[in-house]
């Protein structure tokens, strides 16, 4: 049989006495060059990320993904440097959130995002509110996401368990930051009688202004 090139280097390698020698000079390079890379606990990596909330009074979640998010994350694809873009549509409110390819520059990844959004609001439909971004770091990526879903319980329910959920998060040692998302807020339905209110010579303003001006936080006093 007759050997090919890669046979004759190995023949004259397990041959020769100096393929010990390599061996050891090699070992004791590797181990050198192991204390001589730099290395950190956490490294420090650059990768721009944002969240972008959008609020539109009135609208359902469908009509929210239809008319601003989707138009939204268009828009923010053809910027230069973004990677992904991912959304979540709910009601009377949206969010996107766009990450950028690692080793963009932070600051001028953030601006461009600014001035595209900026840029385009005129197209955007009436009502909508002016989109908040808040900027995200690459430690703030959340360690763990939980999503509630039943076939059984509202979604005020479900909310209520979401909370229950939260509290005992936070009890957990290290845990910085915990938020919900989704579901609908407690409020209190307020039903009034039209025949007692003209018993007592009241309308529906007079009534409102009542609570409003019940429902307002004074200071208690201060601390010398």
């Known amino acids: 049989m007759k050997e090919g090139l890669a046979?004759?280097?190995?023949?004259?390698?397990?041959?020769?006495?100096?393929?010990?020698?390599?061996?050891?000079?090699?070992?004791?390079?590797?181990?050198?060059?192991?204390?001589?890379?730099?290395?950190?606990e956490e490294p420090q990596i650059d990768v721009p990320m944002a969240?972008?909330?959008?609020?539109?009074?009135?609208?359902?979640?469908?009509?929210?993904?239809?008319?601003?998010?989707?138009?939204?994350?268009?828009?923010?694809?053809n910027i230069k440097g973004v990677e992904y873009v991912?959304?979540?549509?709910?009601?009377?409110?949206?969010?996107?959130i766009v990450q950028f390819y690692v080793g963009e520059d932070i600051e001028r990844s953030?601006?461009?995002?600014?001035?595209?959004?900026?840029?385009?609001?005129?197209?955007m439909p009436e009502g909508v509110t002016m989109p908040l971004v808040k900027t995200r770091a690459i430690d703030d990526v959340p360690m763990l996401g939980l999503t509630l879903w039943s076939e059984n319980y509202s979604d005020y329910q479900l909310g209520q368990m979401a909370h229950e959920l939260e509290a005992e998060i936070k009890k957990i040692?290290?845990?910085?930051?915990?938020?919900?998302?989704?579901?609908?807020?407690?409020?209190?339905?307020i039903v009034l009688d039209k025949d007692k209110l003209a018993?007592?010579?009241?309308?529906?303003?007079?009534?409102?202004?009542?609570?409003?001006?019940?429902?307002?936080?004074?200071?208690?006093?201060?601390?010398e």
């Open 173 to 189: 040692n290290d845990v910085a930051i915990t938020h919900k998302i989704g579901g609908r807020e407690r409020q209190l339905r």
């Open 86 to 96: 991912y959304s979540t549509s709910m009601k009377e409110q949206g969010m996107v």
């Open 199 to 223: 018993s007592s010579g009241l309308d529906f303003m007079q009534v409102s202004q009542m609570i409003k001006a019940n429902n307002a936080q004074l200071n208690a006093g201060k601390f």
């Open 7 to 40: 046979g004759k280097v190995a023949k004259v390698f397990m041959n020769s006495k100096l393929t010990v020698l390599l061996m050891i000079v090699f070992m004791v390079v590797g181990v050198y060059s192991s204390f001589l890379i730099p290395r950190e």
């Open 110 to 123: 953030f601006v461009k995002l600014y001035n595209e959004i900026n840029k385009h609001m005129d197209q």
């Open 51 to 77: 969240d972008i909330f959008v609020g539109y009074p009135g609208a359902s979640p469908t009509e929210v993904e239809s008319r601003v998010i989707k138009p939204l994350e268009q828009l923010i694809s």
